[in-house]
């Protein structure tokens, strides 16, 4: 069986699991490849391939140009970038990995709080010779909003209430019931967005969330305010976000995730003094590397023993 593996920027996939029991040809590509054309003809030959979560897309048409590609694995238990239509049509199995949402919770509060006390302004500085440049603020006390308090929300929600902050959230189906469960005041959209200090994004994307957090929604914060985006960037209108931070009607947007990935070297949002970015690494830790890629090993196993775990779809 030839395999390839899929987007392992880090160079670890080989690492974090023991692929040798497959007695298997693996690949690893450690770059992404926008361009179809040069995805199909790399991806040529393989019965399976282990795809990163929602950076290569696998589409109806890339699906038909692989007709040799038997089972696809995602890492995660799921991937929006998969037209797992397509793919029952192909005869692709498609299989899952298990997760779990502690890294982005982690690296959610990671962004608050170099936010909050300007780390990035403060770490360039020292690093040019500087000493302290800015006034940062303290979360203590302040209003942590929630845009969704699911699985990830209410977890950011704790670590905001052990800090001292008063946890509000809102989304279309939450229930003052529901929310009161995680300590959690049920708010209305526009009072989340008016009275945070420091609102987090936690929705998943769909035709009703794209484009949830725009320009009404960005005017109505507060000019100290601090926005938080871990979840997927299509969520936050860029225009509108772009615009509100350059008019410093904001007063920082710390993102993980961006409408179009990898971000385009040029893209304006990096040359944005008012932000603090990182690329997308919510859920890259080693440990959970280590379950993705494990999981990957024993459904390639499983689906050539003819009993595949993990079936999406």
Same mark, same amino acid.
């Given at each position: 069986?030839?395999?390839?593996?899929?987007?392992?920027?880090?160079?670890?996939?080989?690492?974090?699991?023991?692929?040798?029991?497959?007695?298997?040809?693996?690949?690893?590509?450690?770059?992404?490849?926008?361009?179809?054309?040069?995805?199909?003809?790399?991806?040529?030959?393989?019965?399976?391939?282990?795809?990163?979560?929602?950076?290569?897309?696998?589409?109806?048409?890339?699906?038909?140009?692989?007709?040799?590609?038997?089972?696809?694995?995602?890492?995660?238990?799921?991937?929006?970038?998969?037209?797992?239509?397509?793919?029952?049509?192909?005869?692709?199995?498609?299989?899952?990995?298990?997760?779990?949402?502690?890294?982005?919770?982690? %690296?959610?509060?990671?962004? !608050?709080?170099? $936010? &909050?006390?300007?780390?990035?302004?403060? @770490?360039?500085?020292?690093? +040019?010779?500087?000493?302290?440049?800015?006034?940062?603020?303290?979360?203590?006390?302040?209003?942590?909003?929630?845009?969704?308090?699911?699985?990830?929300?209410?977890?950011?929600?704790?670590?905001?209430?052990?800090?001292?902050?008063?946890?509000?959230?809102?989304?279309?189906?939450?229930?003052?019931?529901?929310?009161?469960?995680?300590?959690?005041?049920?708010?209305?959209?526009?009072?989340?967005?008016?009275?945070?200090?420091?609102?987090?994004?936690?929705?998943?994307?769909?035709?009703?969330?794209?484009?949830?957090?725009?320009?009404?929604?960005?005017?109505?914060?507060?000019?100290?305010?601090?926005?938080?985006?871990?979840?997927r960037g299509p969520l936050v209108d860029q225009d509108a976000l772009l615009d509100a %931070?350059?008019?410093?009607? !904001?007063?920082? $947007? &710390?993102?993980?995730?961006?409408?179009? @990935?990898?971000?385009?070297? +040029?893209?304006?949002?990096?040359?944005?003094?008012?932000?603090?970015?990182?690329?997308?690494?919510?859920?890259?830790?080693?440990?959970?590397?280590?379950?993705?890629?494990?999981?990957?090993?024993?459904?390639?196993?499983?689906?050539?023993?003819?009993?595949?775990?993990?079936?999406?779809?």
């Open positions: 069986m030839k395999i390839a593996v899929l987007d392992d920027y880090q160079n670890v996939a080989l690492d974090c699991a023991d692929w040798s029991g497959l007695n298997a040809e693996v690949e690893v590509f450690n770059r992404y490849i926008p361009d179809v054309d040069e995805l199909v003809r790399g991806l040529a030959g393989f019965e399976a391939i282990v795809a990163m979560r929602e950076r290569t897309w696998f589409t109806a048409d890339v699906l038909g140009r692989l007709p040799d590609l038997k089972l696809l694995v995602t890492t995660g238990p799921r991937n929006a970038a998969i037209d797992l239509t397509a793919a029952a049509r192909q005869g692709v199995v498609v299989c899952g990995t298990g997760y779990y949402p502690e890294p982005t919770v982690e %690296l959610t509060w990671a962004l !608050i709080l170099a $936010a &909050a006390r300007n780390l990035p302004v403060e @770490e360039r500085s020292m690093r +040019d010779g500087g000493w302290q440049r800015t006034l940062g603020t303290e979360v203590r006390g302040k209003t942590l909003g929630l845009l969704g308090l699911g699985n990830l929300g209410s977890r950011v929600a704790r670590i905001g209430q052990a800090f001292g902050m008063d946890t509000i959230a809102w989304s279309e189906n939450l229930t003052p019931g529901r929310a009161a469960e995680h300590g959690v005041r049920a708010v209305t959209k526009e009072e989340l967005f008016a009275d945070a200090d420091v609102l987090s994004v936690h929705l998943v994307l769909s035709p009703r969330t794209r484009g949830l957090v725009g320009s009404a929604e960005l005017a109505a914060m507060k000019p100290s305010a601090i926005l938080v985006n871990t979840s %931070l350059r008019r410093e009607a !904001i007063r920082c $947007a &710390a993102l993980d995730v961006y409408d179009t @990935e990898p971000l385009p070297p +040029d893209h304006p949002l990096r040359t944005l003094t008012n932000t603090v970015l990182t690329p997308h690494i919510g859920y890259v830790t080693r440990e959970l590397y280590e379950v993705f890629y494990r999981d990957a090993v024993e459904d390639i196993a499983a689906f050539r023993a003819g009993r595949p775990i993990r079936v999406i779809g």
